[in-house]
């Protein structure tokens, strides 16, 4: 895994190969404002980004995964995300 920052955000590229279903937890922090893209290298991998451990990103795949999370928000990209954030943690601190 790459972590790279670029201006306010960051940039990582994850790949990895599971012969079955796998769950990994990054050292990046979850929010509504990070979109992972990319190809992955076989047709069938399935890739998911979830929260993990409360407040870290997750990856469940299986296969072959090559992926890229980028941090996206401004007023013209994904202005409701840290909103969203906002909200999630409230959430989070009730207990719902």
């Given at each position: 895994?790459n972590?790279n920052?670029?201006?306010?955000?960051v940039?990582?590229r994850?790949?990895a190969?599971?012969?079955?279903t796998?769950?990994?937890?990054?050292?990046?922090?979850?929010?509504?404002?990070?979109?992972?893209r990319?190809?992955s290298?076989?047709?069938?991998?399935?890739a998911?980004?979830?929260?993990a451990?409360?407040?870290?990103?997750?990856i469940?795949?299986?296969?072959?995964?090559?992926?890229?999370?980028q941090?996206n928000?401004?007023p013209f990209?994904?202005s409701t995300?840290?909103?969203a954030?906002?909200?999630?943690?409230?959430?989070?601190?009730k207990?719902?």
């Amino acid at each position: 895994m790459n972590l790279n920052g670029r201006g306010i955000g960051v940039r990582a590229r994850f790949t990895a190969e599971s012969d079955g279903t796998s769950l990994v937890v990054l050292p990046v922090g979850y929010s509504k404002c990070v979109e992972m893209r990319g190809v992955s290298r076989a047709p069938d991998t399935r890739a998911q980004m979830l929260r993990a451990d409360g407040a870290l990103v997750g990856i469940l795949f299986s296969g072959s995964v090559d992926v890229i999370l980028q941090q996206n928000v401004g007023p013209f990209s994904n202005s409701t995300g840290r909103f969203a954030d906002y909200c999630d943690f409230k959430s989070f601190l009730k207990g719902n």
